[in-house]
């Protein structure tokens, strides 16, 4: 179903109070999915959503669950509402969007996620919670301590289904709605519907309402899509004078060490850089995103795994470092920049040997990218990322000599011989080695 977009909250019939709330925060017209979903749960029904990260799922669901759950009390360890979500930033994110909202209607919500003091969160649904919102595993975890019971859940989120599924979670995901009573409300929103997510839709979702407002592809419009091609050896040069760029990047690795290598070299560069995947504790990731949102931090690097809890305003460049395994992984890694109507571009490093599989991505995801040969240094990179020579080009790591860049400085003349060029192309070799073997 694609609805028309209703002109304002007010004739949703949603409480006065959350309509003021929206008012104060600046939140007057909905995004098309949440007029698109809004009437049909509000009115109980199950809903089916689709439609790109950055598009306003969270009020959408949001609004309607704290709606329904207006003017209830919810018993110790027994919320009456639960969102579950793929990561720990994400569930942090749905919190802060909705708390202002819940505390509005006298709503105690409360985050569930592993990495926090399993403690506390026990505590919290002691002294009653009407909503959760949790990742899998930690909920799964005082359920089994039987510190959660599930059997006055009203209204059930599975938000960023997709996501859940990927990262293995569907088991725990069945296993918790198997505690949730069969006749309640389920809202299910995910960027892409298909595999195990149209196995929880059949098997989990009763006569659900459809909403789609983004193609399949999930692309974005007002989203820039680049790959540059770069020679092996001057890979991470490049990614380095990108993240000297002036304003904030986050940028994508595949691994846990590469992130961690790749940041401690832009530290010692002079680039303001902070690290984020699952190795780290919650309260470091917090931390860290935080530096990042408030401009402390201007490049965040990060893992796949955390790509779907960023969400950072006016972010309006991603680059992946390393190219993405596949098309979810491309949107799911774009879709932190131009959210919410706003431009942004993607960028993708890519040796020649790794265009195929790239062409491929690209295809399946439905993007149709501009392809660029670039080197470090060269005034065309600049021109396409705002790519800059890092602040300290002769900091050290460890005893490591920095990464210099393959192409001509721009306004500067190629200097060296041909034998000084080949030495200096073998070193840029042997330190871009030294940041992949963490891979």
Known sequence: MNAQPTPSFDALGLPPALVETMTGLGVREPFPIQAATLPDALAGRDVLGRARTGSGKTLAFGLALLARTAGRRADARRPLALVLVSTRELAQQVSDALTPYARALDLRLTTVVGGL??????????????????????????VARRDCRLDQVRITVLDEADQMCDMGFLPQVSGILDQVPSDGQRLLFSATLDHDVDQLVRE?????????VDPASASVTAMEHHVLVVHPADKYATATE???REGRVLMFLDTRAGVDRFTRHLRAAGVRAGA??????????????ARFAEGEVSVLV??????????????????????PAGAKEYLHRGGRTARAGRAGTVVTLVTPEERRDLNRTTSEAGIRPTVTPVRSGEQKLTDLT????PPSGSGKEGGNAPFRGMGTRPGRPAKGSRKAAEARKAAEARAAARVRRGR
């Open 242 to 244: 990108i993240a000297a």
């Open 117 to 142: 003091s399993v403690n506390r969160q026990s505590q919290a649904l002691r002294d009653g919670a009407e909503v959760v919102v949790a990742t899998p595993g930690r909920l799964a975890d005082l």
């Open 204 to 212: 989990r979702l009763h006569d659900p309402v459809v909403a789609s």
């Open 276 to 289: 984020l995947h699952s190795g780290k504790s919650q309260p470091q990731r917090t931390h860290t995103l």
């Open 302 to 323: 990060a893992t796949d795994v955390a790509a779907r809890g960023i969400h950072v305003d006016d972010l309006d460049l991603v680059v992946n470092v390393d190219p």
């Open 386 to 389: 705002g790519a800059r020579r």
